[in-house]
């Protein structure tokens, strides 16, 4: 079955400490993107990868850190500068570039930061 | 001010009635996604239309490009209809970036 997995579901750090979280596809999809969901926001976008090796920043980035050294892999890296991490956190794809893409998200990491 | 505002942010429904959630844009391009978020936090996608109106079951989207407005509606809602509604647009310059409205909670109750 075709589809996004992120690990893992609940993820539990000490403040101070850096976090990766992982994002794969397995789509063939070229574009990929993280978001970061706060309670009573809308999902904002930290970063954006629409082709290996390439991506860009967000809305959000600060605090945060990429890769995309492979098509069906983009991992999220949560650093200490990030003041404010606890959040769920969502991955998606989509086909290239384009409005009228569907992106197709993962089922979240759920991060918490104590 | 919101670049994508929803409403309402919170509807409670008996089962069986007609539901209607509201979208509207100021910015992005011409169409518009909904997305639907279950309560374990996972996002699927409803629809993406550019035009006029699409159904998928009990599930009729519309959209008015001229007015940037875009309306889900449900017909004979169901307690398994509850969840999150999430409108999207694309951004004018780079198609692949969305910009999201805060999402509606529905709760159908039986």
């Known amino acids: 079955d075709g589809g996004i997995t992120q690990s893992p579901k609940y993820l539990f750090r000490k403040e101070g400490q850096n976090v990766t979280l992982s994002c794969e596809q397995n789509l063939n999809h070229d574009a990929m993107y993280w978001y970061r969901q706060d309670p009573g926001q809308g999902l904002r976008l930290i970063y954006y990868?629409?082709?290996?090796?390439?991506?860009q920043k967000g809305d959000i980035a600060e605090g945060y850190s990429v890769s995309r050294e492979k098509k069906e892999s983009f991992p999220l890296t949560v650093t200490s500068a990030q003041k404010n991490p606890t959040a769920f956190y969502l991955c998606?794809?989509?086909?290239?570039?384009?409005?009228?893409?569907?992106?197709?998200f993962g089922p979240g990491t759920r991060l918490t930061v104590l | 001010k919101n670049e994508v505002e929803q409403s309402p942010q919170n509807l409670t429904a008996q089962e069986g009635e007609f539901i209607t959630i509201n979208c509207s844009y100021s910015v992005g391009i011409s169409a518009l996604h909904w997305l639907q978020q279950h309560p374990g936090g996972g996002i699927v996608s409803l629809f993406m239309?550019?035009?006029g109106k699409k159904k998928h079951g009990r599930l009729i989207a519309t959209i008015n490009i001229q007015e940037k407005h875009s309306s889900l509606h449900i017909t004979a809602s169901h307690p398994r209809d509850s969840a999150v509604y999430i409108c999207?647009?694309?951004?004018?310059?780079?198609?692949?970036?969305?910009?999201f409205g805060e999402g509606t909670q529905l709760t159908v109750n039986p």
């Open positions: 998606a794809s989509s086909l290239p570039a384009g409005p009228f893409n569907e992106q197709f």
């Open positions: 239309l550019s035009s």
């Open positions: 990868s629409q082709i290996v090796n390439d991506f």
């Open positions: 999207a647009v694309p951004w004018e310059t780079s198609g692949s970036r969305l910009t």
